[in-house]
Structures are given as C-alpha cells and as structure tokens.
C-alpha cells in the first residue's frame, strides 16, 4: 500500500478527511424511526396560527356573551326590583285616570275623569270609536301620563319601569276614584263616533309595548310601570286637582296623596297658586297610578325626587 | 410523502404549525449528518445513537420557539452539538479539549506532550489502515477542532455557518480547521 504524502500535500489530508467522513456509520433507521413515532403519538398536533387566533376569538367572544349576559340579568333583576320598593314605601297609591286609546284623536280633559264629571266625559266616548268595551285597559295609558306626553313633553319625564312582579301590589288599589274611572272610557262603545277621517291624530305616548299579562286577566296584556314626574308653578288648585304653568290640563289628587311642602309633611290643601311643584307619579302595569308624591316649596324650586322617596 | 423540493425553513414553518410530515421529512434530510457530526465528536455508536435520539426530541420540543431568522440547519447542528458535549461531561474523562483549554494557547505543544505514543510502528503497519489511523488522529484533536473538522466534512457548511454552530467568529472557525489540519497532518506523519 502506498505511503500517503500527507506532510507536503494538503490535498491529500483532504481527501483522507472526505473519505473519513464518508466512511462514518448511518444513523440507527429504527431507532430515528421509533422516535418519530413516539413524538407523533405523544405529542399533540400543533394549531396553526390562524386556527390559534379562532380559538382565542372565540373565548373572547365567550367571555363578551357572559359578561353583557349578566349585565342584562343585573338591568332586568333591578328594573323589577325597582316597583317593589316603590310600593313597599310609605307612598299612598292613587288612582290615575281611566286610560284611553293612545291613538284617541281628541283627548278628554283630566277633569273629565273625576266622578262628578262623569258626563263630560262624553267626547271621551265619541272619540274613541275602538275602545274596549271590557274594563280591560289594556292598550291604553293614564289620561295624565298621555297629557304629559302630549303638551308638556319638556316638563315631563317619562321613565319606563318594569312590571310589578308582586301581585298584591296592583290589587291593594281601591281608591274611590277608581270604579268610576274604570267606567268611563268604556263608554264610548254606547255612544262613540267614529274619528271623523280628517281629524289630525296625535302622536302615541311613548309607552312601552306590552309584554306581560295583568294579575287579574293572564290573558290581556301588561304594560310596563311608569314613573312620570311634573315640574312647575301651580297656577290653579282645587280640593281635587292642580294645574301647573306649563301643564295645561289639571292634575287629580289620590285620596291619600303625599304632599310635602318646604320639607315637611302636608296635605293637598296646603298648596296655593304660587307653589312650586314636583310632582312623581308611578303607574302600575295596568296603566293605574299607584303612588303620587307631591314636592311643594315656595321659595327655591325643588329638585325632582324619585318615586321610591 | 412531503415534497423534496420544499426548503428546511418552509419545512420547519409548516411542523410548527402542526404539519407532523414536515418534521418528518426534516428528520430524515438531517439525521446521516447530524449523526455522524456527533459520531465524529463521541467516537461511539451509542453515544451517537442517544445523542441524536434526544436531539430529535429537543427539535420536536422547541421547533415553535426557534428564531424564524435562524437556519434550521445551523440550529440543529448546534443543538447536536451540546448534547455531544453533555455527553463527553458525562463521561469524565479528560480530555485534550480539556487541556488544550487549561493552558493558552500551545494545543500543538500538549498534543505532543500529552500523545502516548504506544501503538509500536509494527502495529501500525499491521493495521494498514490509514482510516483508522486518521480517525484516530481526530480523536486526538480538541473538541472544538474535532467539531470543526467534523462540520467542515459530514455538513455543507460555511465557516460562516460553523462559527455560528460553534458560537465564535468565521475567523476563528477557519483557525481551528488549519490548526487542526495542522495536528492531524503531524500525527498522520509520525505514523504512516
């Protein structure tokens, strides 16, 4: 065998190294094999970056869907919790006027509804050719959230409130006032007119849409509570109503309507022309006034107090 | 069967995103190489076989964490590379790597002091086997030499590359394989 040159010749070491390197043994086959097969079994696939972001876009939407979830129950858990207290104060319920047809063409006077006044609660009647004729008020609202609604919409603020969830709340209302109130608009099917075509109607009261059914018939439809509050100067009062400088039609008294002149417990009596006034009043679902709190002071105007006060 | 064609960086992008395949085809586009880069560094079939086994896995493991910047390539020869030289720190045997490191700079002068020359010239030429004789110059050669002559042979790379695998500059990468031609040049002639 030859003698290789390695000392005068690089290229020979050279080649000597590629042949070494060449002559080097093969990986194990099995073994390399075998280890791709274990990673395989045990190692999860890996997500791609897009299927990495589908899933975190989905946790994230998850997460969005509870928390407006839980945020709607806690609006919805408040909004009926909100009636009971009203009610479980010390506010003496009130009896509102009977509701008409939101779409009535021409509204009655408030006074209209009181029981002396039956009898000019006739237009009430012709105006309503649609009114129902069973005490169901169910598509209607009080006369004095509509007036509100309709004259004075910038001195009046009407605040949806859920349904009264207690049955006995709606019930404990017996005011006086009430059975002929009850009576009047269901007049109209007896004498009623039909709206005559060119009669410029006036826009519906904002009232929500009914959504749940009266504890007295489960088969008419509740409308929500409303919370509607009157600010002005009283230029006109009787014994049984008032009227406000911005609110053209009188406001009626509840037999045991709360009056709070200058901060301290009064009777309706007490209030004179000159008064200013904050008046809140809570109807039920079935469109009754259950609470009425008027807030008298003859110097500094009041600042409107919540019905639950 | 995944394409030949596609380049190790495609590969490694399409394994980290879960393509099983793709490292497969890595796998055995690198296994001879980095097999016998870390036969070269252990002089032991075993060793070779664990070493590479577990440098598979730590590929696999930290395929997602590798810089994208960086050459597959480069990065699994490194990776082999320091599971070799966990495995010669297991071994506890001192090596010329060792103290050609103890001292500064004279690997020439240690590698002459420190060679036993005990296989008798009629050994050799019983042997007749100048591999043999070659491979075992390079087992003399420090580790980092033997590392570089080994990337320089069983690798297609660069001193470049190698530098980079070895963690110093391409100047001292191309110091390493003249100095270690040098030592295996001087073994090799004191023995055929």
New interface residues.
């Given amino acids: 065998m030859p003698k290789p040159e390695i000392d005068s010749s690089s290229d020979e070491l050279d080649r000597l190294l590629e042949k070494w390197a060449g002559q080097l043994p093969e990986p194990p086959v099995s073994q390399v094999e075998s280890t791709l097969r274990q990673l395989r079994q045990t190692t999860p696939p890996r997500r791609s970056n897009g299927w990495r972001w589908l899933v975190l876009g989905g946790m994230a939407a998850a997460i969005m869907v509870i928390i407006i979830g839980a945020v709607v129950v806690l609006t919805s858990f408040n909004n009926k919790s909100e009636p009971q207290a009203a009610v479980s104060t010390n506010l003496i319920p009130t009896v509102t006027p009977t509701p008409e047809q939101p779409t009535s063409a021409v509204r009655p006077p408030v006074v209209a509804a009181l029981p002396q006044q039956i009898p000019t609660a006739t237009p009430l009647a012709t105006a309503t050719e649609t009114a129902p004729t069973s005490p169901s008020p169910v598509p209607t609202a009080s006369p004095t959230p509509l007036i509100a609604s309709q004259n004075t919409v910038s001195s009046a603020t009407v605040t949806p409130v859920a349904p009264i969830n207690n049955p006995t709340a709606v019930p404990t209302i017996t005011s006086p006032v009430d059975a002929p109130n009850r009576g009047i608009p269901r007049k109209p099917t007896e004498g009623g007119v039909p709206i005559e075509p060119g009669t410029p109607i006036k826009p519906a009261t904002p009232i929500p849409a009914p959504t749940a059914t009266p504890v007295s018939d489960p088969s008419e439809p509740r409308l929500p509570s409303v919370a509607i509050t009157y600010n002005g100067i009283i230029t006109a009062v009787n014994a049984n109503s008032l009227t406000l400088n911005n609110h053209p039609d009188p406001i009626l008294f509840g037999p045991n309507t709360r009056v709070i002149i200058n901060g301290a417990p009064s009777t309706v009596g007490k209030l004179v022309i000159g008064h200013y006034v904050s008046i809140v009043a809570l109807s039920d679902n079935r469109g009754q006034l259950v609470a009425q709190v008027i807030t008298a002071t003859t110097k500094v105007p009041p600042i409107p107090k919540p019905p639950s006060e | 069967m995944m394409s030949i064609e596609l380049a190790d960086e495609e590969l490694a992008q399409r394994a980290?995103?879960?393509d099983?395949n793709a490292?497969?085809e890595l796998?055995?586009r690198y296994?001879?190489p980095?097999?016998?880069f870390a036969?070269?560094l252990l002089d032991n079939?075993d060793d070779?076989?664990d070493v590479?086994?577990q440098s598979?896995?730590q590929l696999?493991t930290a395929l997602?964490q590798r810089q994208p910047a960086a050459s597959f390539k480069r990065w699994a020869f490194t990776i082999v590379r320091n599971k070799c030289l966990d495995q010669l720190r297991k071994r506890r045997v001192p090596t010329f790597n060792e103290l050609a490191h103890d001292s500064g700079d004279p690997e020439l002068n240690l590698v002459e002091q420190v060679y036993d020359p005990t296989p008798l010239p009629e050994e050799l030429i019983e042997q007749?086997a100048?591999?043999q004789t070659?491979?075992e110059a390079?087992a003399t050669l420090p580790e980092r030499y033997r590392a570089v002559?080994?990337l320089?042979?069983?690798s297609d790379l660069s001193f470049s590359e190698i530098g980079q695998v070895l963690a110093i500059p391409e100047g001292s990468a191309k110091t390493y394989f003249q100095r270690a031609?040098t030592l295996?040049?001087q073994y090799?002639?004191d023995r055929?």
């Fill in positions: 980290v995103e879960g099983f490292f497969e796998v055995r296994s001879p980095l097999f016998k036969y070269s079939y070779a076989s590479l086994q598979l896995i696999h997602p007749q100048t591999q070659l491979k390079i002559v080994a320089r042979y069983t031609k295996l040049r090799l002639k055929l």
